[in-house]
């Protein structure tokens, strides 16, 4: 079973990496870019065999603790058989 | 519209990144994850108005030949109206 784990910025923190990207997009002729953000972005492979609301839980837990800067991101994410 | 792309190491390229989370997470307790890859993750904000087609088209040649490099990247992307 995999686990796709999604961290983003919390929208209200500024992203200077994203606005560097923007800003090259820009002059390189992309105008119609309006914004970016950047994130993270992990795939756990997780032990055949366990259980659906093991997997879930394993990876909440992993996603919230481990992953995340909670004052600062925020996460999502979704498993795969 | 909104795109999201995501890059990651082809699965031929070491991620010590990765790497070194997996033994993290080992060490603390999840000893139920086999494997750890670390990407990117990018959400594109464009303009309104572009058609789906020509947006589609924008965010290929960023996400190829901006945000990737092909040498050890490779990408995927999805759009959100």
């Known amino acids: 079973m995999k ?3 999604y961290v ?3 929208t209200s923190v500024l992203d200077p ?3 560097t990207i923007q800003n090259a ?3 390189i002729g ?3 870019v309006d914004a970016v953000r950047q994130g993270k972005y992990f795939t756990l492979s ?3 065999g366990l259980t ?3 997997a879930r839980d394993q990876v909440e837990r ?3 603790d481990v992953l995340t800067n909670p004052v600062i991101e925020e996460y999502t994410y979704c498993l795969e058989d």
């Open 52 to 54: 659906a609301e093991a």
């Open 25 to 27: 997009l820009h002059k």
């Open 30 to 32: 992309f105008a119609q």
């Open 46 to 48: 997780l032990a055949p």
């Open 8 to 10: 983003t910025l919390k």
């Open 62 to 64: 992993i996603a919230r």
């Open 3 to 5: 686990a796709h784990v």
């Open 17 to 19: 990496q994203g606005q």
